[in-house]
Nanobody
Framework: QVQLVESGGGLVQAGGSLRLSCAAS????????MAWYRQAPGKQRELVAS???????NYADSVKGRFTITRDNAKNTVYLRMNSLKPEDTAVYYC??????????WGQGTQVTVSS
């Protein structure tokens, strides 16, 4: 079992920035993938950004150029830096990991609200 704890969400004005953190209860060194998803009210959960063990990152088209995902294996933490935030970025953001045996775990989510 892996516990993931997100933090860093909050209320920000449009154009502002936030950095989300996701701390894992176990070493992330061998995790195959770590990712951030989000779910807005009435919408399906969607992939925002992912980062593989090999360092390959992928981003949703809507956040390319504004969001950056990084991981610090020494701290067992993955980050999501969000710049130039827009009201449509408002959602609950969830952290996900795929462990070495491809088991999937989710965090409890952190709310991000962007005011116009």
């Amino acid at each position: 079992q892996v516990q993931l704890v997100e933090s860093g969400g909050g209320l920000v004005q449009a154009g502002g920035s936030l950095r989300l953190s996701c701390a894992a209860s176990k070493s992330t060194f061998n995790f195959n993938n770590m990712a951030w998803y989000r779910q807005a009210p009435g919408k399906q959960r969607e992939l925002v950004a992912s980062l593989s063990r090999g360092g390959t990152s992928n981003y949703a088209d809507s956040v390319k150029g504004r969001f950056t995902i990084t991981r610090d294996n020494a701290k067992n933490t993955v980050y999501l830096r969000m710049n130039s935030l827009k009201p449509e970025d408002t959602a609950v953001y969830y952290c996900n990991c795929l462990t070495a045996d491809w088991s999937s775990y989710w965090g409890q989510g952190t709310q991000v609200t962007v005011s116009s």
